[in-house]
């Protein structure tokens, strides 16, 4: 899966929308003002420091993840890290290098959006389950 086909997906999600408060180059979705993830080139925007030009680095996706699943999925995948810049107990990044099978990070992103629809508050939690049916 590469970040355009990410993109995609991640837009796929019930009222997901695309905000940049971290400038142009750290693109982050949210669902009711909750972030579920961040996309970025490198190092979350500035590169992955091979030297390389910006269009030979890998994207970077960071998810939110429930903490042992968190660290099984770095033990599975090379391409999965503790989150950068973020909590690294709760947040994995994941390198899309193309070594990952694209239903993973479906999965992924998945967990991701369920786990931030599920620690939002319960008015807007039940919303969800009332318009989408649990949390899509």
Known sequence: ???I???SYLLSKPESILDYPFGLDVKVFKVKGKMFALLALGK??????????KNNCDWWMNLKCDP????????????????YHMNKRHWNTVILDGS?????????????????????????????????????
Do not use: C, W
């Open 68 to 83: 042992d699943e968190a660290f099984a999925l770095r033990d599975i995948f090379a391409a999965v890290i503790p989150g």
């Open 1 to 3: 899966m590469d970040h």
């Open 100 to 136: 990952i099978p694209t239903g993973e990070i479906e999965r992924m992103i998945d967990n991701s959006f369920s786990l931030v629809v599920k620690g939002m508050k319960k008015s807007d939690r039940e919303y969800f389950q009332l318009r989408y049916g649990a949390n899509k």
């Open 44 to 53: 979350m925007g500035k590169g992955d420091g091979s030297g390389r030009d």
């Open 5 to 7: 086909q990410s993109e």
